[in-house]
C-alpha cells in the first residue's frame, strides 16, 4: 500500500492531477508476474521484471495522453479513469475474466514473539521499507531528488530556473508506475490475479494522499500508515465488512477537519 500510495502522491502533488489509472499499474504490475509465471519464468523473476515494465508503460501514457490534462485537472481525473478502464478490460480478457493464483517465491512461517509469521509477508515489508528509504534518498541526497522537490514545492519557478518540467514529469509519471508496478507483483501471490486488483488499491491510496496531504514525501507516507493501522486494527474489534466502512468514515472526518491534510506545504 506504501508504494501505491507514494507514487500516486508524488504524481498528484507535482503535476495536479489524481491519477485514476494508478490501480490498474498495480494490476499490470501483478499481470506481469503471472505472464513470466505462466510461460515457465520463477514467480520472482516476474517480479523484478514488473516495475520496469510498468514504468516503461507509465512513461508512454504520459507522453502520448496524461500530459494533455494537466490544464484540467477534472478533465485528468476522467481521462485517466477512462485509461484505467481500458488497461482493466484488457487484463480481464487476457486472463478470461477469472482468478489466477500465483506462487509466494518465499514459503513458510516462523515464529515471532509468540506469534506465526509468513515469510513472504516479511519479505513484502523488508522490500517496501527499503524502497521507501531508497525513494526519499533520491529526493532528498540527488540532484534528480532536488529538481522533483523543485517542481513539487513551485512549479513555475522551477521552469523559470532553467528545470525542463516536460521531461521530469513524464520521468516522475514512469517512476509512480513503477512504485505501483513493484507492489503489484509483491503482493499478487497473497490476493491472487484478478481484473478488478486495482481497485482496491486505488481507494484505499486516494483516501491515504488525501489524509496525509498533497505536496510532501511524508504526507502520503504518513497518511497510508494510518489508513494501514486502522484497516489492521479494527478487524479485532468489529466484523470486517463494518471495519472497512469504518475505515473510510473515519479517513472522510478527518479529512473533513484538515482538508489539507496531516502534512501541508505551501505551493502544492
Same mark, same amino acid.
Do not use: C
Given at each position: ?124 515489508? =523488508?522490500?517496501? #521499507? /527499503?524502497?521507501? +528509504?531508497?525513494?526519499? @534518498? ?5 540532484? %534528480? *531528488? $532536488? ?31 513503477? =512504485?505501483?508496478? #513493484? /507492489?503489484?507483483? +509483491?503482493?499478487?501471490? @497473497? ?5 478488478? %486488483? *486495482? $481497485? ?49 468514515? %473515519?479517513? $472522510? ?16
Amino acid at each position: 500500500m506504501v508504494l501505491v500510495v507514494l507514487g500516486l502522491g508524488i504524481v498528484a502533488s507535482m503535476m495536479g492531477v489524481f491519477n485514476f489509472a494508478h490501480g490498474e499499474f498495480v494490476l499490470l504490475g501483478a499481470f506481469t508476474v503471472w505472464v513470466a509465471e505462466r510461460n515457465g519464468f520463477p514467480s520472482w523473476a516476474g517480479m523484478l521484471a514488473a516495475p520496469f515494465i510498468v514504468a516503461a508503460i507509465g512513461w508512454l501514457l504520459e507522453r502520448t495522453v496524461v500530459h494533455r490534462f494537466y490544464a484540467s485537472p477534472v478533465v485528468g481525473m476522467l481521462g485517466t479513469y477512462a485509461i484505467g478502464l481500458v488497461l482493466r478490460e484488457v487484463v480481464r480478457g487476457l486472463t478470461g475474466g477469472q482468478f489466477h493464483t500465483v506462487g509466494e517465491p518465499v514459503g513458510g512461517s516462523f515464529d515471532l514473539l509468540g506469534l506465526t509469521v509468513p515469510a513472504w509477508r516479511s519479505v513484502v515489508i =523488508l522490500v517496501t #521499507l /527499503a524502497v521507501v +528509504l531508497g525513494a526519499w @534518498l533520491l529526493l532528498a541526497r540527488t540532484t %534528480l *531528488g $532536488l529538481q522533483v522537490r523543485a517542481a513539487l514545492e513551485n512549479p513555475a519557478l522551477a521552469r523559470a530556473s532553467g528545470i525542463s518540467t516536460t521531461r521530469l514529469y513524464a520521468a516522475t509519471f514512469a517512476f509512480g508506475a513503477g =512504485l505501483a508496478g #513493484l /507492489a503489484g507483483a +509483491l503482493v499478487v501471490p @497473497l490476493f491472487s490475479l484478478f481484473a478488478d %486488483l *486495482g $481497485l482496491r488499491f486505488l481507494v484505499q491510496g486516494f483516501l491515504s494522499v488525501m489524509l496525509g496531504g498533497v505536496g510532501s514525501f511524508e504526507g502520503p507516507v504518513l497518511g497510508s500508515a494510518a489508513i494501514g493501522m486502522l484497516s489492521a486494527g479494527l478487524p479485532w474489534v468489529v466484523p470486517p465488512i463494518l471495519a472497512d466502512v469504518l475505515v473510510f468514515v %473515519l479517513a $472522510l472526518v478527518v479529512i473533513k477537519l484538515r482538508p489539507q491534510g496531516f502534512i501541508h506545504r505551501k505551493g502544492a
